[in-house]
C-alpha cells in the first residue's frame, strides 16, 4: 500500500480487490483521494503491478524523499521482490516512525475509553489476584515459582470474570507476561523474563499490563517484608519522585522537564545523592496501540512537548539497592519499582491516574512479620486496610492489623457509616439549595372545557318528547328530566351511579363531581368556575325497572369509555416525542421467538414475536402486525439475566422517558423466552428417579435452558458491540443481577427475588418490575429492626423528595448482614429503627426549611440506636449516685466468706417461702382445675377429656394386659 497526496495505491489479488472496490466512491467523497488498485492475476509474481506503483511514486515526489517503517518486519514473497525494485532506484527514503507515532500520541474519546478499560483490568488484577496470592504465599509458607505465578496472573488477566471484572475477552490481551522477581536478582526493564525460582519473603517486585482493543497500559508495585529503615527512606523518596513526575505531566510541559523533576526530588530525600546512582535511565515513555512509543521516552533529551489526550506510562524505579539484614554480615539486592498509567487532561488540568486502584502507599504494601523470626507463629502487617473477602479474612486479621488493634468487619462498617452520614448532609443541603429557586416553575396542565352541546337544537330529542332519562353515546352525554326539561350532563362530571331496587320500584342515584370531592384540583369546571354553584347529587325514582336497568349499564358503559379515553390522553399528553428508528442495512441482529412485557394487549393466544437491533433503536415485531421501537438514547439500564432457577431468560430496558406499549404507559420493557414449560400433573402420583422418560425429559429441559441462554448471550453481545462503536457517549452496557446478595422481600404485593446489579436493585422475573437505581438513593431506612424479630422492612428514600419512598417489606433477618456490607460497599448510607416511620410529611419538612434540617443534625434523627444509648448514659449518670451507706454494705457483702451449700440452702428456704405467701403450687392448681372440669361435666351432661380417655383404655388394650383372659 502506497499513500500519494491524492491517491491510495494497494496490490492485492482479484478477490481482495473485488471488496475494496467498494471503497472507492467513499474515499474520494471523504478525503477527495482515489483509490487505485493493482489486481495481481494468480499464478503471477506481481512484479509489474509493482513496478506500476513504483513509477507513479516517482511521479508524485519528484526531488522529494519517501516515508517508510523500516522496523516494522515485512514477510512474503511480494515484499521480497518490492525491496529489490525499489533499492535499484535513487530514491530517498525517510523514517516516519517517530512522526507517525507523534500523530497517534494524542487519543480521541473512543481510545482513551479503550485505553481506561486496560487500567482498570491492570490496576484490579494486581488489587484484587495479586496481592492476594503473594499474601497466601507468605502466610501458608507455600513454594510458588516466579514463573507459575506469572502463568496464573496472565490467565487472569485473559479471563477477567475470576476477578468480577466484566470486560470481553475476545478484545483482551497482555502487553508482555507478568514480571515477579525477588531473591535479590532484579530487572526492572519490561522485557525481562520471570524465572523458576520460588517467590523469596523480602522484597518482591510485581509489574503486569493489560492490552483492551490493542491500546496498552502498565502498572507495577513492591512489596515489603519486614523492611529496614533503609528501605522505607528508599521506598518513600521513590514514591515521591513519581508523583512528582505524575503532577509535572500537564499540557505544554516538557518531557525532559519531568524527568528533571524527579531528579530534584530524589536529590531533596535522605540519601539523594546515593539513590540517584540507582535510577534507571528513563522514568517511562508513551503508550497506545504502541506498548513503547520511541518519541515519548521520559529522559534528558526529550524536549518533545506534553499535549492532551498523551497516555504515559510513568515508571520510577531504582536497581542494584543494598541493605544489612539483622544476623548477616553480607549485604542484600533489591530494588524499587513504581509504574502507573497516566492521562493528560485539556486545560493545563491535572493528570488522571487511570491505575489509582491499586494502592502504593508505604503503609499499605509493607509487611511485618514477628521479631523472633519464629516459623510456627502466624505472621502479621501493619498499617494496611482490611480485607473483604471472606476467604481472606483470617489473613486479614493477620497482615493487615497490629495485635491489639484488630477492627472487625462491623467497625469497618460503622466508620464508613459515619463518614457517609457527614458526607450526606452536605450533599442534601447543596442539592436542595440549588433546587428551591425551580420551585413552583411547573404549571399546571391546562384540560379542555367539557361540552355536550353547543346550543339546543343539537340535542337529539325536543321539547315535547315524553320526559324520560336518556344516553347520547356520540355526545358522551347523559340527558337528566329535571323540572320538565331534559338537561344534559357530560359523561365526565358524573363521579358515580346506584340502582336500589324496592318492591315493584327501582331508585337511581346519580352522584356528580365537585370542588374538593376526591377528583381532586384537576376537575376543569371547578378551576373554571370556581363561584358557581354545583349540582351535588341527583335522584329518580321509576316503575319501570327494565329500563331503569338498561338506562344504568349504558351510563356506566359509556363513564367507563370516557375516563379510560381521558386516561390514555393524558399519559400521551405527558410522552417525549422519540427520534425515528433508522433501519439497519445488510445484516441485522435478530432474537427470535420471544414474548414482550407488558404485552399489546387485546384477545386472543399470545403469540411470540421477534426482536431485531437496528441502527439507532430495537425494534419488536408481533405476529398480528404489530410493533414497538426502543431507541437506544432512551435506554436508562439494560439488563441481561440468564435462567438459573427462574423460568425464564431475559433482557430488560429501564427507559429515561416512558412509552406507550399498546395502551400502557410504561418505563419498563422486557423481552423473554420460557425455557421450560409448566406442566401438571394429572394423576397425582410419584414418578421415581431413575424414570427413563423422567431422565430425558430433564436432559431437554436442560439443553434447552442452555440453548437459549447461549443465544440470548450472543445477542446482547453483539448489542454491545453496536454500542460500543455507534453510541460510545451513552455509556451503555448490559447488567448482570448478582444473585449471591440477593434476598427475598415484597416490593408490592408478592415476595419475590430482589438482586443488586452494578447499578441497580432490580426484580425482573414478576411484575410490576422493581428497578431503583443507586445514584438516585439518598439514604436508606430498615425499619422494624429488634431482637427476636424475624423479618424487617427495607425503605428507599429518594434524592427526589418530592417523589413517594419505596417500601420493599418483610426482608428476612438473616440478609440484614449482607445488605448492610452492599450498601455500605455502594457508598449508601443506611440506618435502623424499631418502628415504621410515615415519610411524606417529614419530606415536606425536610423541603420546607432543608438549613434548620442540617442545623438539627440531618439524617442522624434516624439514627436510633446511637439516640437510645446516649439517653441511657445520661440517666445513668444522673440518677445513680451512690451514698456512704450503700458502699459500706458493698464493702461487708465482699468480705463475708461464705460456702456454696450454704448459699444453695437459703436460696431453697427463700424459695419455699415465696411459695407459701404466693399460693397453691402448679400442681395443685392443675388438680383444682381437673375437678372443676368433671363438675361441670356432670352438671351439663358431657363426659370430660379424662372420662373419655378412661372409656378409651380398655380397647387401647387388646391385645396386651387388658386382652388377658
Not at 452520614?421 to 433546587?435: D, F, I, P, S, Y
Not at 460456702?899 to 444453695?904: A, G, H, W
Amino acid at each position: 500500500m502506497a499513500f500519494l497526496p491524492k491517491q491510495i495505491h494497494i496490490v492485492t489479488s482479484p478477490k481482495k480487490a473485488s471488496l475494496l472496490d467498494k471503497l472507492k466512491e467513499e474515499c474520494k467523497r471523504r478525503i477527495d483521494a482515489e483509490l487505485v488498485l493493482h489486481v495481481k492475476p494468480k499464478g503471477e509474481d506481481g512484479k509489474k503491478e509493482l513496478n506500476a506503483v513504483l513509477q507513479a511514486i516517482k511521479g508524485a515526489v519528484v526531488g522529494k524523499a519517501i516515508g517508510i517503517l523500516p522496523k516494522e518486519q515485512r514477510e512474503g514473497a511480494l515484499m521480497k521482490i518490492w525491496d529489490e525494485i525499489s533499492q535499484a532506484d535513487d530514491i530517498e527514503k525517510v523514517d516516519i516512525a517517530p512522526g507517525l507515532g507523534r500523530v497517534l500520541a494524542c487519543k480521541d474519546e473512543k481510545e482513551i475509553l479503550n485505553a481506561k478499560k486496560a487500567s482498570h483490568l491492570s490496576a484490579e488484577t494486581m488489587k484484587r489476584y495479586v496481592v492476594p496470592q503473594l499474601e497466601e504465599i507468605i502466610d501458608k509458607e507455600k513454594k510458588v515459582p516466579h514463573s507459575k505465578l506469572s502463568e496464573k496472573t496472565e490467565e487472569v488477566i485473559t479471563n477477567p470474570t475470576k476477578i468480577n471484572v466484566k470486560l470481553k475477552s475476545e478484545n483482551l490481551d497482555i502487553c508482555y507476561p507478568p514480571i515477579f522477581q525477588s531473591g535479590g536478582k532484579y530487572d526492572l526493564r519490561p522485557s525481562a523474563q520471570c524465572n523458576d525460582e520460588n517467590i523469596h519473603y523480602g522484597t518482591i517486585v510485581a509489574s503486569l499490563g493489560a492490552r483492551y482493543a490493542s491500546y496498552c497500559t502498565n502498572v507495577a508495585r513492591t512489596y515489603f517484608i519486614d523492611p529496614t529503615k533503609e528501605q522505607e527512606e528508599a521506598y518513600d523518596a521513590c514514591l515521591k519522585a513519581q508523583q512528582a513526575a505524575i503532577s509535572e505531566l500537564r499540557e505544554g510541559a516538557s518531557l525532559a522537564d519531568v524527568y528533571a523533576k524527579v531528579i530534584s526530588t530524589l536529590q531533596e530525600s535522605p540519601n539523594g545523592d546515593k539513590l540517584l546512582g540507582h535510577l534507571t535511565k528513563n522514568v517511562g515513555f508513551g503508550m497506545g496501540l504502541e506498548f513503547r512509543e520511541s518519541s515519548l521516552i521520559l529522559n534528558s533529551k526529550n524536549t518533545s512537548k506534553v499535549e492532551p489526550g498523551m497516555i504515559f506510562n510513568v515508571s520510577v524505579g531504582l536497581q542494584g539497592l543494598e541493605y544489612a539484614k539483622e544476623g548477616s554480615t553480607e549485604p542484600q539486592s533489591y530494588a524499587v519499582l513504581i509504574a502507573d498509567t497516566i492521562l493528560v487532561k485539556p486545560g493545563g488540568a491535572a493528570p488522571e491516574v487511570l491505575t489509582t486502584s491499586a494502592v502504593k502507599s508505604r503503609k499499605e504494601i509493607s509487611y511485618q512479620l514477628d521479631e523472633e523470626g519464629n516459623e510456627n507463629e502466624e505472621p502479621q502487617a501493619r498499617n494496611a486496610p482490611p480485607v473483604k473477602d471472606n476467604k481472606l479474612s483470617a489473613l486479614a486479621a493477620k497482615l493487615r492489623s497490629d495485635i491489639g488493634s484488630e477492627k472487625t468487619a462491623e467497625q469497618l462498617r460503622k466508620e464508613k457509616q459515619e463518614e457517609l452520614a457527614q458526607r450526606k448532609n452536605e450533599e442534601t443541603l447543596r442539592r436542595l439549595t440549588e433546587t428551591a429557586g425551580s420551585k413552583g416553575s411547573t404549571k399546571d396542565k391546562v384540560k379542555k372545557e367539557l361540552i355536550a352541546y353547543r346550543s339546543v337544537n343539537d340535542m337529539p330529542v325536543g321539547r315535547d318528547t315524553d320526559l324520560q332519562i336518556m344516553v347520547d353515546p356520540r355526545a358522551e352525554a347523559v340527558l337528566l328530566p329535571i323540572y320538565g326539561r331534559l338537561v344534559p350532563f357530560h359523561a365526565s362530571t358524573i363521579k358515580s351511579i346506584t340502582n336500589t331496587q324496592d318492591g315493584d320500584r327501582t331508585f337511581l342515584r346519580i352522584i356528580f363531581n365537585i370542588p374538593g370531592s376526591t377528583f381532586g384540583t384537576s376537575y376543569t369546571a371547578a378551576t373554571k368556575h370556581p363561584d358557581s354553584i354545583f349540582l351535588k347529587e341527583i335522584s329518580f325514582r321509576s316503575t319501570d325497572v327494565k329500563h331503569a336497568n338498561k338506562v344504568v349499564q349504558e351510563m356506566k358503559a359509556l363513564r367507563r369509555h370516557v375516563m379510560q379515553r381521558e386516561k390514555e390522553l393524558d399519559e400521551r399528553a405527558s410522552l417525549v416525542r422519540q427520534e425515528k428508528l433508522v433501519l439497519a442495512h445488510g445484516r441485522v441482529h435478530r432474537l427470535q421467538d420471544c414474548w414482550i412485557r407488558p404485552n399489546f394487549g387485546g384477545r386472543g393466544r399470545k403469540m411470540p414475536g421477534t426482536l431485531e437491533a437496528h441502527s439507532n433503536g430495537f425494534r419488536y415485531n408481533a405476529p398480528k402486525g404489530e410493533s414497538l421501537d426502543v431507541m437506544y438514547r432512551n435506554i436508562k439500564h439494560a439488563f441481561f439475566q440468564p435462567a438459573e432457577k427462574e423460568m425464564i431468560t431475559l433482557v430488560h430496558f429501564h427507559l429515561h422517558n416512558a412509552i406507550m406499549v399498546g395502551k400502557k404507559k410504561t418505563e419498563d420493557v422486557q423481552f423473554y423466552v420460557e425455557v421450560m414449560d409448566t406442566v401438571e400433573t394429572l394423576d397425582g402420583g410419584r414418578r421415581s428417579m431413575y424414570d427413563p422418560d423422567e431422565i430425558e425429559e430433564e436432559q431437554r429441559e436442560r439443553d434447552r435452558k442452555n440453548r437459549t441462554n447461549a443465544e440470548f448471550q450472543q445477542f446482547v453481545r453483539r448489542v454491545q458491540e453496536v454500542w460500543e462503536k455507534g453510541f460510545p457517549e451513552l455509556e451503555l452496557e448490559f447488567d448482570i443481577p448478582f444473585r449471591e446478595l440477593g434476598f427475598y422481600g415484597v416490593p408490592f404485593k408478592s415476595n419475590v427475588f430482589c438482586v443488586p446489579t452494578v447499578n441497580c436493585l432490580v426484580e425482573l422475573i414478576e411484575m410490576p418490575f422493581l428497578v431503583v437505581t443507586l445514584s438516585e438513593i439518598e439514604v436508606i431506612s430498615l425499619e422494624r429492626v429488634g431482637f427476636g424479630v424475624k423479618n424487617f422492612d427495607l425503605t428507599i428514600i429518594f434524592k427526589d423528595f418530592t417523589k413517594d419512598v419505596h417500601r420493599i417489606d418483610a426482608v428476612p433477618m438473616n440478609n440484614i448482614d449482607t445488605i448492610k456490607e452492599w450498601l455500605t460497599s455502594m457508598d449508601i448510607k443506611y440506618y435502623e429503627s424499631k418502628v415504621n416511620l410515615v415519610w411524606k410529611p417529614i419530606l415536606q419538612t425536610i423541603l420546607d426549611d432543608p438549613q434548620k434540617f442540617i442545623e438539627e443534625g440531618g439524617w442522624e434523627f434516624l439514627n436510633m440506636e446511637g439516640s437510645d444509648t446516649e439517653d441511657d448514659e445520661e440517666e445513668e449518670e444522673e440518677d445513680f449516685v451512690p451514698s456512704d451507706e450503700e458502699e459500706e454494705e458493698e464493702e461487708e457483702e465482699e468480705s463475708e466468706d461464705e460456702s456454696l451449700v450454704e448459699s444453695d440452702d437459703d436460696d431453697e428456704e427463700y424459695s419455699e417461702e415465696e411459695e407459701d405467701e404466693d399460693g397453691m403450687t402448679w400442681e395443685e392448681l392443675e388438680e383444682e382445675a381437673k375437678k372443676e372440669d368433671r363438675r361441670k361435666a356432670l352438671e351439663q351432661g358431657y363426659e370430660s377429656d379424662d372420662a373419655k380417655k378412661r372409656k378409651r383404655a380398655p380397647a387401647r388394650g387388646r391385645g396386651g394386659r387388658g386382652g388377658r383372659r
